[in-house]
């Protein structure tokens, strides 16, 4: 397992250049390397070789407000760019979550780590993943060499990009030494509508109806027989949005949060606040919205408790089931947390994306030495 803090621990390079040359060192000998952000995403179980962490290669090398992009070293901590943006009315719009919580770790999330994990939150749904607010990356491949896709906007991704196949490759491909972001402006009031008693049939029939509309509902998430519609922007437009929601959604009786219960409510959602303090197994599952009520149901036969977010494309699990079982009803379920279950983290690709993957780490990584085994864990 990566540790909570892996700058304590193995190798820390403290440039790129420096980080260049130890890949390459470790490509003429064939030594495996663990690749660790601030270890705060995935418990990936028993991984092979020194742990590699980015934590040193760190700093913003240059945020333009008027831009709105943002260029940060891999192991930036993420508490130091979300201030930063706060103070220039901007935002990461994917909203990525801390992770510590729910897995019980006091490492440092970095923006590395979330662009490694794709990590995306609540927002995904109206904002896109943080994939598709990437504009370029710079990072070091399975043999030492520096490697460079995209810029500062857009339309200066062309060809391969790059920054799509290594966004969610979890340092399989290569290891990120900087990411260049698009920013977007931190909308000022929001408020949240609350639908309590609702069964996780219901709460996806909200999500359906919500967001069919215009009025570009920012969070649709079921817990504990609730489900919760966000809606976010500047405040005269917010209300009428609001208020036609709750005129559709009629005769349902809605509870209406107001700013600050509402970024606390999110918070907590986009956090898990409500599975941590266990150590049973969690589990990420990805489905069509239609389809999330029966995975729920199939899931929660096997003893645990779901919540869901995405308007129902999220499904998370926490609870017994060995890993077998759950994905025998959910396939594409990943092992967040890992409860004391072995096995692979992530779910088995299907033999065509198996080829493609294998062909992909063939070309960046033949030596095979970046988290070796991970995706198949």
């Known amino acids: 397992m990566i540790p909570d803090n892996p700058s304590r621990a193995g190798l820390s390079p403290a440039s790129e250049a420096e980080l260049g040359a130890l890949i390459a060192e470790r490509f003429a ?12 995403r995935v418990e990936t179980g028993p991984v092979p070789g020194e742990v590699l962490s980015t934590a040193a290669i760190s700093g913003v090398v240059t945020y333009e407000p008027g831009e709105m992009t943002l260029i940060a ?8 760019i979300e201030p930063m943006l706060a103070a220039e009315g901007q935002a990461l719009a994917f909203e990525p979550a801390d992770m510590r919580g729910v897995l019980g770790r006091n490492g440092t999330p970095t923006i590395g780590g979330v662009v490694a994990a794709n990590a995306s939150g609540p927002r995904r749904l109206l904002a896109g993943a943080c994939r598709d607010h990437l504009l370029g990356v710079r990072f070091v491949d399975g043999q030492g060499r520096v490697l460079k896709n995209g810029g500062r906007v857009m339309k200066n991704v062309t060809g391969l990009d790059l920054g799509k196949l290594i966004c969610g490759a979890h340092g399989s491909l290569g ?15 929001r408020c949240t509508l609350g639908f309590h008693g609702v069964t ?3 709460a996806v029939a909200i999500f359906s109806t919500a967001l069919a509309t215009p009025f570009e509902v920012s969070g649709a998430a079921f ?6 519609l966000r809606v976010e922007g500047l405040g005269p437009q917010m209300d009428y949005r609001r208020d036609r929601l709750l005129g559709l959604l009629k005769p349902r009786e809605a509870e209406v949060l107001d700013g600050a219960a509402t970024v606390a409510l999110w918070r907590d959602l986009r956090d898990l606040a409500h599975f941590a303090g266990t150590d049973a ?10 389809l999330a009520p029966a ?13 869901l977010d995405w308007g129902g494309g999220l499904v998370w699990y926490c609870g017994p089931g060995s890993p077998q079982a759950v994905r025998q009803v959910a396939p594409h379920a990943t092992l967040v947390r890992r409860g004391g279950l072995d096995g692979p983290a992530f779910p088995p690709e299907a033999p065509p ?5 294998a062909g992909l780490r063939q070309r960046f990584d033949p030596a095979g030495i970046l988290n070796p085994g991970l995706m198949d864990r």
């Open 29 to 40: 000998t064939r030594q495996p390397l663990r690749i660790a952000g601030g270890g705060t």
């Open 73 to 80: 070293r891999a192991g930036t901590p993420l508490d130091q």
């Open 175 to 189: 290891v990120l030494t900087e990411v260049a972001l698009k920013t977007l402006p931190h909308l000022p009031d």
């Open 200 to 202: 996780v049939e219901e």
């Open 223 to 228: 817990r504990d027989g609730s489900a919760w």
């Open 281 to 290: 197994p969690l589990w990420r599952v990805l489905v069509k919205p239609s």
């Open 295 to 307: 995975t729920a149901r199939a899931l929660q036969a096997l003893g645990g408790e779901v919540s």
């Open 353 to 357: 994306v198996a080829r493609l993957s």
